[in-house]
């Protein structure tokens, strides 16, 4: 129904950038907002950021606010993450997700897993000191 594919991610020093891109393709207008998530290893799968197709309201983790921000370019179907100052600790997988609706993303809550319905494959993301 809906694709999510990752890209963007690489190598960079720390107090470098970063911008992820996700394009999503299929019935992208029946989901209610992207988010990013990230797993570093041997941690669990942690909340980054979500975005409102409709309105563009943001969300951010405490780790990452004033550094991340999550855009949308809903005539590309694309939902970018721009990392500024980057920092070892945000050595991880990148992975974009899809909610599947506001319904379950209130129930939920837009930090956990369950509130979405699909995901890319991750792109790494490695900060180097």
């Known amino acids: 129904q809906v694709q999510l594919v990752e890209s963007g991610g690489g190598l960079v020093q720390a107090g470098g950038s970063l911008r992820l891109s996700c394009a999503a393709s299929?019935?992208?207008?029946?989901?209610?907002?992207m988010a990013w998530f990230r797993q570093a290893p041997g941690k669990e799968r942690e909340f980054v950021s979500h975005?409102?197709?409709?309105?563009?309201?943001?969300d951010y983790a405490d780790s990452v606010k004033g550094r991340f921000t999550i855009s949308r370019d809903n005539a590309k179907n694309t939902v970018y993450l721009q990392m500024n100052l980057l920092k070892p600790e945000d050595t991880a997988i990148y992975y974009c997700?899809?909610?599947?609706?506001?319904?379950?993303?209130?129930?939920?809550?837009?930090?956990?897993?369950?509130?979405?319905?699909?995901w890319g494959q991750g792109t790494q993301v490695t900060v180097s000191s």
């Open positions: 975005i409102t197709w409709s309105s563009g309201s943001t």
């Open positions: 299929g019935r992208t207008f029946s989901t209610y907002g």
């Open positions: 997700a899809a909610s599947a609706s506001i319904e379950r993303t209130v129930v939920f809550g837009k930090a956990s897993e369950s509130a979405y319905k699909y």
